[in-house]
């Protein structure tokens, strides 16, 4: 998190000096909630990159998209993870800690880099968050995601 003289400010005034735009909380494509909130914990169910009209950016790492592409997919993954946070929190300032994501990458079977996509992720949401976003991590390989999405992140928060 940026710090101005000493003092942190709100995680919103972050992302808007390092000109993110948090797009709208994606909508749920099948039976389940975006988000549940259980006393202080948040979990979010997984979320994919999504262009700026909300299609997932598709493709399999190791094939068609280089570590970087998919390291900035990552990066837009924790924009989704942040919007849907904002959405049932209404503030970021809520967030005391990111417990844990876990990332899904598609891949191909001679692909070695699921971590270096998902950093993208984790990256993001330290930068924004700060010492608030350090978290434990998982990461795998899968040979398709739904919509055949190049990544897919859940995440559980800490909430004050």
Do not use: W
């Not at 909130?37 to 009209?53: D, F, H, I, K, T």
């Not at 209404?90 to 990111?98: A, Q, T």
């Not at 993208?120 to 608030?132: A, M, Q, T, Y």
């Amino acid at each position: 998190m940026i710090e101005k003289i000493g003092m942190a400010i709100s995680p919103e005034k972050t992302l808007e000096l390092l000109n993110f735009v948090l797009p709208p909380a994606p909508k749920p494509a099948g039976q389940y909630q975006p988000a549940r909130l259980v006393g202080n914990m948040l979990y979010l169910s997984g979320q994919g990159p999504r262009s700026e009209g909300g299609q997932f950016t598709t493709g399999t790492l190791g094939n068609y998209l280089t570590v970087q592409e998919g390291y900035l997919a990552g990066r837009n993954v924790g924009l989704q993870i942040l919007a849907v946070a904002k959405d049932v929190l209404g503030d970021l300032s809520r967030i005391d800690s990111v417990v844990k994501l876990f990332g899904m990458v598609n891949a191909s079977d001679n692909f070695v880099d699921h971590a270096k996509v998902v950093n993208g992720c984790s990256d993001l949401l330290v930068e924004v968050l700060g010492e608030k976003g350090c978290h434990t991590r998982s990461v795998m390989g899968a040979n398709s995601l739904p919509f055949n999405m190049i990544l897919q992140v859940d995440a559980i928060f800490a909430i004050k």
